[in-house]
């Protein structure tokens, strides 16, 4: 034991290796998680751009099928010789009318089924007459070929079920007798069949003059209306269709971005449009729609996300030039109530989540604007960090999409939480290797340096009790190296600390008891804080200031032949002492503070250092009782002292008045009124003066019900602008 004891701080040396031990793994661990890391984030994101870029290749092949589908298609014969055929018939049946039954029966499916539809997809509040054709011919073709088919039944088409295929139901009405009808049962079927061929959910022929919707296959509102002033006129398709008609092209080709299609039971679609013409002259538009799903299986991997290697929160998906989506959101797909529920806990406003709920998707809908989709807006591909639609961090590949004049952003995104799954595991495990490694080195230095420690742990205890203001603090070490030589210094330091520690305390409790009896003490708070001035604004107390009168007589004795000229002053004083430590006493009692008192003046203020809401009715209870205070010193020393005492209520500004000789001060009109009032004197009656209490108005206003008072009388002291005053009776 006699020779661990003589061990020296040497031995420090233990702790020295177990720190270079304990730095070496962390470092080393550092190293390899950044590693790690950066090679996942690598690997996460060379994923998420070969997934974007396979998206878009496949939306570009997709769409582009689709441009040579429409144009060869508006450059055959058929298109050619339908589009005149059609547009011939549909303006012959322009004389046509229907009953009036029948426009009952029109109106009435309008409002039944077509509205209904309309307001569950997309809320609001439509009417039928604003979507029925404004011309009788229009509406003769819509009860003819929307409503009825050849068996006279309600017709099965789109506007019937909006899920339904787009295969015609009828090729012509049976009661129609007009040239439409021929050329329907000549045409109709072989729309069809090219439709479902194609895929194509409609085929549209419309007039290029009139831009009126002379065809559809799938027998929609739209059909016999006007894509110019007729109620789908505001729609992306009539902007297209008013573009092609007006370039008058050939080979003109428009994309319509997608929009929640009102004929369609305001579901999202899309329609590519190409002009047809007969040789040089341009007959007529065809407009062909396509099925959104076909795009959001391409993007989704037909909702096969994980088949993919996009993990349980990867997907790819597009946002239009609008910043919504353009494709559904795979956490929609999955889990749509939990879905819905975050976006309504989201800053999105409610309309939009109501109306998602309803369209039962996001397509046009769900406004995703990121960075990653305005980089990608605007023509830039890159990869980045970034916070998704959900306000969830995600690792994100972007890039834009081009075809015609429309521009997509296609973005591949992964949940970080699941991108950085495994270094987080790489990260637990090494996070536990070092664990153990640092607990058997840890073990290993304390068992060769427990004794040195010993008294370094007691020093140390002995210190932080010493910190915490415990004094007489003593270690007993009795070793004979450095820590017995530091422990004996120790005792000698904690003794004198103790001493200093008392005479302090003593001298700090002198000082404040001598700047409470010289300033208020909220100023005492301020200046021991640090703020020399202790100035302050207090924004509603009530000052009093009190002059006494008649003090000459204090030095004279009851008995005048025990009178003398050196006991008279020494009387007077002592006196004069016992009258301000009366008022003193009254103060305190009222809750009101003493700011000084000089001469025959005495100067106090309540709701200064402690708030006091009645601080108006505690002054004017002191000033009663310092006219008692002074009535009862009259009647023990037989003197005639009177008070005259001014009270107002406002603002004051107080702080300290000089450097090393100070006092406390007040100052503002407050106090200046109450000066005044006090300055005027006492109320002079048979024996002389007698003591009064004049206030201002502002108390007045506020104890005007609970003290009586006389006045108004106009109050001036010394020359100065007279206040009006109102006297306290007794």
């Keep these: 034991?006699?020779?661990?004891?003589?061990?020296?701080?040497?031995?420090?040396?233990?702790?020295?290796?177990?720190?270079?031990?304990?730095?070496?793994?962390?470092?080393?661990?550092?190293?390899?998680?950044?590693?790690?890391?950066?090679?996942?984030?690598?690997?996460?994101?060379?994923?998420?751009?070969?997934?974007?870029?396979?998206?878009?290749?496949?939306?570009?092949?997709?769409?582009?099928?689709?441009?040579?589908?429409?144009?060869?298609?508006?450059?055959?014969?058929?298109?050619?010789?339908?589009?005149?055929?059609?547009?011939?018939?549909?303006?012959?049946?322009?004389t046509r009318r229907l009953s009036a039954a029948q426009e009952q029966e029109l109106l009435d499916h309008y409002a039944t089924v077509f509205m209904p539809r309309l307001r569950e997809r997309l809320g609001g509040t439509p009417q039928a007459p604003q979507y029925l054709p404004p011309e009788p011919g229009q509406r003769y073709l819509q009860y003819h070929y929307m409503l009825h088919d050849r068996t006279s039944g309600p017709a099965r088409g789109?506007?019937?079920?909006?899920?339904?295929?787009?295969?015609?139901p009828a090729a012509s009405a049976p009661d129609d007798d007009s040239a439409y009808a021929s050329v329907q049962a000549a045409l109709h079927e072989r729309f069809g069949?090219?439709?479902?061929?194609?895929?194509?959910?409609?085929?549209?022929?419309?007039?290029?003059?009139?831009?009126?919707?002379?065809?559809?296959?799938g027998r929609r509102p739209d059909f016999a209306t006007s894509l110019r002033d007729g109620p789908y006129a505001s729609t992306k398709l009539a902007a297209a269709v008013e573009t092609i008609s007006r370039e008058r092209d050939r080979d003109a080709f428009k994309v319509v971005d997608t929009e929640n299609y009102r004929p369609h039971d305001g579901q999202p679609v899309c329609f590519v449009?190409?002009?047809?013409?007969?040789?040089?002259?341009?007959?007529?538009?065809?407009?062909?729609?396509?099925?959104?799903?076909?795009?959001?299986?391409?993007?989704?991997?037909?909702?096969?996300?994980?088949?993919?290697?996009?993990?349980?929160?990867?997907?790819?998906?597009?946002?239009?030039?609008?910043?919504?989506?353009?494709?559904?959101?795979?956490f929609m797909v999955e889990d749509p109530k939990a879905f819905v529920e975050a976006l309504r806990t989201s800053p999105l406003s409610r309309s939009v989540v109501e109306q998602i709920v309803r369209q039962g998707n996001v397509v046009g809908q769900l406004p995703v604007r990121t960075h990653a989709v305005e980089q990608a807006l605007l023509g830039r591909e890159g990869l980045a960090t970034i916070t998704d639609y959900r306000g969830v961090p995600v690792l994100s590949s972007y890039g834009p999409f081009d075809l015609d004049s429309l521009r997509w952003a296609v973005v591949a995104e992964m949940d970080v939480e699941e991108a950085y799954g495994p270094i987080r595991d790489y990260a637990r495990k090494a996070l536990l290797a070092a664990t153990a490694l640092a607990l058997a080195t840890t073990l290993l230095a304390l068992v060769t340096s427990w004794l040195l420690m010993r008294p370094l742990t007691q020093l140390t205890e002995a210190a932080r009790r010493i910190g915490a203001g415990a004094s007489a603090v003593r270690v007993d070490i009795h070793t004979r190296d450095e820590f017995g030589e530091l422990?004996?210094?120790?005792?000698?330091?904690?003794?004198?600390?103790?001493?200093?520690?008392?005479?302090?305390?003593?001298?700090?409790?002198?000082?404040?008891?001598?700047?409470?009896?010289?300033?208020?003490?909220?100023?005492v708070e301020q200046r021991l804080g640090g703020d020399e001035r202790a100035t302050r604004r207090f924004a509603d107390v009530t000052v009093l200031v009190a002059e006494f009168g008649g003090l000459e007589g204090l030095g004279v004795a009851r008995h005048a032949s025990t009178d003398d000229a050196g006991g008279s002053d020494t009387r007077a004083l002592t006196?004069?002492?016992?009258?301000?430590?009366?008022?003193?006493?009254?103060?305190?009692?009222?809750?009101?503070?003493?700011?000084?008192?000089?001469?025959?003046?005495?100067?106090?203020?309540?709701?200064?250092?402690?708030?006091?809401?009645?601080?108006?009715?505690?002054?004017?209870?002191?000033?009663?009782?310092?006219l008692q205070t002074v009535a009862s010193f009259n009647r023990e020393h037989g003197t005639a002292v009177f008070v005259s005492v001014g009270i107002d209520t406002g603002p004051v500004v107080g702080g300290v008045v000089g450097r090393q000789k100070f006092r406390?001060?007040?100052?503002?009109?407050?106090?200046?009124?109450?000066?005044?009032?006090?300055?005027?004197?006492?109320?002079?009656?048979?024996?002389?003066?007698?003591?009064?209490?004049?206030?201002?108005?502002?108390?007045?206003?506020?104890?005007?019900?609970?003290?009586?008072?006389?006045?108004?009388?106009?109050?001036?002291?010394?020359?100065?602008?007279?206040v009006p005053a109102w006297r306290l009776e007794a």
């Design 273 to 330: 449009v190409s002009p047809i013409f007969d040789g040089a002259d341009m007959v007529g538009i065809l407009a062909l729609e396509f099925p959104m799903e076909r795009i959001i299986k391409l993007l989704t991997g037909d909702f096969q996300w994980e088949r993919e290697g996009m993990g349980k929160t990867g997907e790819c998906y597009v946002v239009g030039p609008d910043f919504t989506m353009r494709s559904r959101s795979r």
């Design 664 to 722: 406390y001060d007040l100052w503002g009109n407050t106090l200046v009124f109450a000066s005044r009032l006090a300055a005027a004197g006492g109320e002079p009656d048979a024996q002389g003066m007698t003591s009064v209490v004049r206030v201002t108005k502002p108390v007045h206003d506020r104890l005007a019900d609970l003290h009586a008072f006389v006045g108004p009388v106009d109050v001036s002291a010394g020359g100065t602008e007279s």
């Design 1 to 94: 034991m006699l020779g661990l004891e003589r061990i020296g701080v040497q031995s420090r040396l233990i702790v020295l290796m177990l720190l270079v031990s304990l730095g070496s793994i962390a470092v080393i661990g550092w190293i390899g998680y950044r590693s790690a890391r950066a090679a996942i984030t690598n690997a996460v994101q060379n994923q998420l751009q070969s997934v974007r870029h396979s998206k878009t290749s496949g939306l570009a092949a997709m769409l582009g099928a689709l441009r040579d589908q429409v144009i060869s298609l508006s450059d055959g014969k058929m298109a050619n010789e339908a589009m005149v055929a059609f547009r011939n018939a549909y303006r012959n049946a322009a």
């Design 487 to 523: 422990a004996r210094t120790f005792n000698d330091m904690s003794a004198s600390l103790a001493m200093q520690h008392r005479e302090l305390e003593r001298s700090a409790h002198e000082n404040q008891q001598l700047l409470l009896n010289i300033m208020p003490a909220a100023a």
């Design 193 to 217: 069949r090219v439709a479902s061929l194609f895929g194509f959910e409609d085929m549209l022929l419309i007039d290029d003059d009139t831009l009126e919707i002379v065809y559809t296959l």
């Design 575 to 626: 006196r004069m002492a016992d009258l301000v430590a009366a008022c003193d006493d009254d103060a305190e009692r009222s809750g009101v503070e003493k700011i000084r008192a000089v001469g025959g003046r005495y100067l106090a203020v309540c709701g200064l250092s402690v708030h006091r809401p009645d601080h108006a009715a505690r002054t004017v209870a002191f000033a009663r009782e310092l």
């Design 158 to 168: 789109p506007l019937a079920s909006a899920g339904e295929s787009a295969t015609p």
